[in-house]
């Protein structure tokens, strides 16, 4: 989930079914579901195990969270989409909001998803979740060094200057972050702590993986990682200089952001619709979420080794709402506190 860039509403269909038959169309038929979908990775293994184990076949139009909104917008009732799909919390709730989402009643989604991780209304449901979280160099830093109550907030202290390495402020991740800081503490406080990273002249990365290089080479003690890019760097190279914090152990706890689903509102095939999003969120957690190192949201579900051996921690509750409302503000205050 890096930032695509924008593919104009022109964007050929990406067909899953090409990658796996050859074939965007099924003996002359459209696939029976079509999904809007801002995840563009590891697509193949969950959801051809999805049509081999249920017969439903699936296509995908592939764009950004605010793209495939923009485009259900347009086409109103006439959409072929079935089910949209997003990597962000707050693009479901606004879709959610937009009405362009349906009902569902189910308690297979209720007992698999966790009460934060879904709309009350059932209009979406979180599948996948990721973890935003302090990284160090261990030669450099010893983790008693962090703030266990408000970690983020405690990067802000002169002791970090000139040792940290964050985001750029057009990051989605640096957004949702600085959006759930103001949910949590106000917009003053959250204010007050954005201007103390920029006063600790913190170095902006322009992705998470040169981020975490930076690190390793001891550019910069401190970064803001998401978890699944520790991952994969380690996957590549185990000997990485990099460790993880799990931030606020002793306050708000870390926070985290999801992918999610729900089933179009104009939607010709809401049952079929409403199963794949059951299968993900049960039987397919570890083939949607393992590939990108990713942690199931069902609790019933082990997370892969690789990322199991960081330890549990705990997680700051998801407010959808804030993520979708408070992103103008973050973008603004971001701004205001000369963050780049
Ligand atoms: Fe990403």
Known sequence: MSPR????????????????????????????????SARHYDLEGAFGQFTDETGITVEFISGDDAELLERLKAEGVDTAADVFMTVDAGSLWNAARLGELAQLESAVLDGAVPEDLRDPQGQWYGLAMRARTVTYNPDNVDPSEFETTETYAGLADSKWEGRLCMRDATSAYTQSLVASLIDLHGREKTLEIVRGWV???????SNDILLLEAIDAGTCDVGINNHYYLAR??????????????????????????????????SDNPGDAQRLIEWLATDGQNPFVDGNHEYPVNPTVEPEPGIAAFGEFKRMPLNAEAYGDLNAEAVDLLAEAGYK
Do not use: R
């Open 5 to 36: 860039p924008f593919i104009a509403a022109s964007a050929g269909l990406i067909t899953l079914m090409a990658a796996l038959t050859g074939c965007g169309i099924i003996g002359g038929q459209p696939a029976d579901l079509q999904i809007y």
């Open 199 to 205: 006063a600790n002249n913190v170095e902006i990365m």
């Open 233 to 266: 760097t380690l996957e590549e190279n185990p000997d990485l200089k990099v460790d993880l914090f799990w931030a606020s152990p002793d306050g708000a706890g870390t926070h985290v952001n999801i992918s999610g689903a729900g089933v179009v509102e104009g």
